[in-house]
């Protein structure tokens, strides 16, 4: 493959960057692309160091038990009185969220033209309909932002395809060719559709490589003007205020035809040519990999602390959906004392919920077939959908869930709303517990049950539903039912666990065993009584009787219920109920 024209610096180069931030990019670039080292490294550099005096530098810190992050949609909230962007701040605000949430990710925001975001137009502007960049900065005064860098494929109708399609020379190599009569059968594929997607080009017809839908065709990064084009993009969102930036689908990134083109060495080392990046250009930037895969696959990622600071734990979501659908926690417990701990300077980012379904391909070699298939079989009982993955030999099996949170964690016992709330926010409250930086979906937060109506036309969608100002204030206000209890509960969990040392991410986690098989059982923060935190949760739809004292010394307090047990250690716990306990005495 012939090299496109490099970019040139978006401005003259400023002070060279140090000597060892050249030597570390000359080491990923020397593993990238051998024969074009003494080509890219200039161009590379000059890159990065025009973009550092235009980058806010806040001080360095540490993530703490203060963190807790929202997922939302920047258009999440619409309001006839300004832009989205606007509105989902007025929201934040008025309901003072502020003192609930440091962090707030807003899903992609460009210009797109399908899967609500993730097919970006261009990814230098904000899509108008949601607002503009100066609202992106009113809300980067009150919370720190994390940003969406998509980076596997770009929309069908952008510039750089489009030029593609014309014959452009500068993007002649953005993308990949294919010669659809060789072998994908070893290609991971996330969806049940085509792999390529033929498109008219002034060459005539070409296919190519689109992972995701013809409408998403992936980036060529073995072409080194792709992967500077996307430097220049990451370095852009940190100076407007991204302090997290997601990688989507990582670990698609790189295409070697023969393997299974996943995770392949030059992806993982062009994640740690973006974390060197952002390390010389804006140090207080974290970098979140979006690996929806198996454990070992996805904690690859932390490499040894030199690529992403920050991980998704995937298997958590499902986990804790077979714990509340069978009503034993076998599974979750043994997952959860087998986790290793993650680098120095690394964590896991903990979640149930997001704009996507409810993984399944994280269970895999931890939980049998026979009870993935049952867990898809009580979702699609619950009013959910399944979206499919093509494997290789041609079958297609379950590759997400598509249900809301709250769906999910339905009874099946009754219809009991009270026990419905209970059971969602007990969930959300062992995930709050969990080692790590809890991360809060919009509609998990507000409670929202299912778009079924969306969800026909397209799965993913049943999760994603936008809200008019008015409907949301009538969906928590009092009159909301169950989406209102949720909401009032979830609030009290999120300013409770703020002031909780031992849920800093770096605090101690024990699992606990000898608890009755329908508990969740760990412990936060040190063994002193009076600097721990016991987290019970009873996945059950029954009563539980628990002997809390081999656990714990004399009266205990629950941070959530307010109630304290004496110091017989005897706990009851209703169906559904999360407990925080900690000594009556600290």
């Known amino acids: 493959m012939t090299g496109s024209a490099l970019p040139e610096p978006t401005s003259e180069p400023s002070e060279p960057l140090p000597p060892a931030f050249l030597d570390r990019l000359r080491g990923h670039l020397t593993e990238l692309y051998p024969e074009r080292v003494d080509e890219v490294l200039p161009q590379l550099s000059d890159l990065v160091a025009s973009w550092r005096p235009r980058i806010p530098q806040p001080p360095a810190r540490v993530w703490d ?71 992106v900065a009113r809300l980067a005064e009150r919370f720190r932002l994390m940003f969406d860098l998509v980076l596997n494929h770009a929309s069908a109708q952008s510039a750089w395809f489009q030029g593609y399609l014309a014959g452009d020379e500068k993007y002649a190599n953005y993308f990949i060719e294919a010669d659809p009569s060789l072998d994908y059968s070893q290609v991971v594929r996330p969806r049940s559709l085509p792999l390529l997607t033929e498109f008219e080009t002034s060459r005539g017809p070409r296919h190519i490589w689109t992972t995701f839908s013809a409408d998403q065709v992936d980036l060529n990064f073995a072409e080194p003007a792709v992967l500077l084009e996307m430097v220049d993009v990451l370095l852009e969102y940190a100076s407007r205020g991204a302090q997290v930036v997601r990688l989507d689908a990582v670990g698609f990134l790189w295409k070697e035809l023969g393997t299974n ?77 087998g986790l290793e701990s993650t680098p120095p300077g690394t964590t896991f980012l903990n979640f149930t919920a997001s704009h996507d379904g409810i993984g399944m391909r994280p269970l895999e070699g931890i939980v049998p077939q026979e009870r993935i298939d049952a867990i898809v079989e009580s979702v699609k009982q619950k009013g959910g959908l399944v979206s499919t993955r093509r494997k290789p030999d041609g079958t297609d099996s379950p590759y997400e869930l598509n249900i809301s949170y709250v769906d999910a964690m339905a009874p099946s016992s009754s219809d009991d709303a009270e ?124 009563t539980v009787t628990v002997d809390a004292a081999s656990h714990a010394s004399g009266p205990l307090h629950d941070l959530i219920s307010g109630r304290s047990i004496s110091d017989a250690g005897d706990l009851t716990l209703a169906a559904g109920e999360c407990v925080w306990l900690v000594s009556a005495a600290s």
């Open 65 to 135: 038990e203060s963190d807790t992050l929202l997922i939302t949609y920047a258009d999440q909230v619409r309001s006839e009185d300004g832009p989205p962007l606007e509105a989902i701040g007025a929201f934040l605000e008025s309901e003072s969220l502020g003192d609930c949430l440091s962090i707030v990710h807003l899903l992609p925001f460009s210009p797109y033209s399908s899967d609500d975001g993730f097919s970006v137009i261009d990814y230098r502007e904000v899509d108008p309909n949601s607002g503009g960049w100066e609202d």
């Open 261 to 337: 083109c996943m995770h392949l060495p030059q992806t993982h080392e062009a994640v740690k040519l973006l974390r060197t990046v952002l390390e010389a250009a804006s140090p207080a930037t974290w970098i979140l990999t979006e690996t929806n895969v198996p454990h070992d696959e996805n904690v690859s990622y932390f490499g040894e602390g030199d690529e992403a600071q920050i991980v998704y734990q995937f298997s958590l979501p499902p986990l804790l959906l077979d714990a509340f659908t069978f009503g034993e926690a076998d599974a979750l417990m043994a997952w959860l004392a």
């Open 419 to 542: 026990l419905h709330a209970r059971r969602f926010l007990s969930s959300q409250a062992v995930m709050l517990a969990l080692r790590g930086i809890p991360a809060v979906y919009f509609h998990s937060l507000v409670g929202s049950r299912g778009d079924l109506e969306a969800g026909r036309e397209i799965p993913r969608r049943i999760n994603r539903k936008k809200l008019a100002a008015q409907e949301l204030s009538q969906q928590i206000g009092d009159g909301g039912g169950l989406s209102a209890e949720i909401y009032q509960g979830y609030r009290h969990l999120l300013k409770t666990r703020r002031s909780v040392a031992p849920f800093s991410p770096e605090a101690d986690q024990t699992v606990l065993a000898g608890f009755d098989r329908r508990l969740i059982a760990f412990r936060r923060g040190s063994p002193e009584p009076a600097e721990r935190v016991l987290v019970l949760a009873n996945t059950s739809e029954e």
